[in-house]
């Protein structure tokens, strides 16, 4: 019997991309989500390059009906990714707001 798909499930999990140079990268798993009825995963690369400001994250469809069939392609729709970095965008300001609430309810 096939494991179905958990959100949780990714919380600690990391991904290994390889970039287009050949370099591979250590991601963490930011986000998994879904929008428009497809799954979506947010990463982070683990380490980020000094000086950096600014956090990068990585945009990918999320494959797979189970963990077992588990697999990422490239967002190639400009108009599809500009749609999932904004639901990503509202999802965080969601979680932050949850946060602050939460916060001032311990208080």
């Given at each position: 019997m096939e494991e179905k798909l958990n959100f949780e499930d990714f919380s600690e999990m990391t991904v290994t991309l390889e970039m287009e140079n050949g370099i591979q990268m250590e991601c963490d798993v930011v986000l998994v989500f879904c929008e428009n009825s497809r799954n979506y995963i947010a990463?982070?690369?683990a380490e980020q390059e000094q000086g950096t400001k600014e956090t990068e994250i990585y945009f990918y469809r999320l494959t797979g009906a189970s963990m077992d069939e588990l697999g990422i392609e490239n967002i190639?729709?400009?108009?599809?990714y500009q749609e999932v970095a904004e639901r990503f965008e509202e999802i965080m300001d969601e979680q932050e707001f949850s946060d602050v609430f939460a916060e001032k309810d311990e208080e």
């Open positions: 990463l982070m690369p190639e729709e400009d108009e599809e």
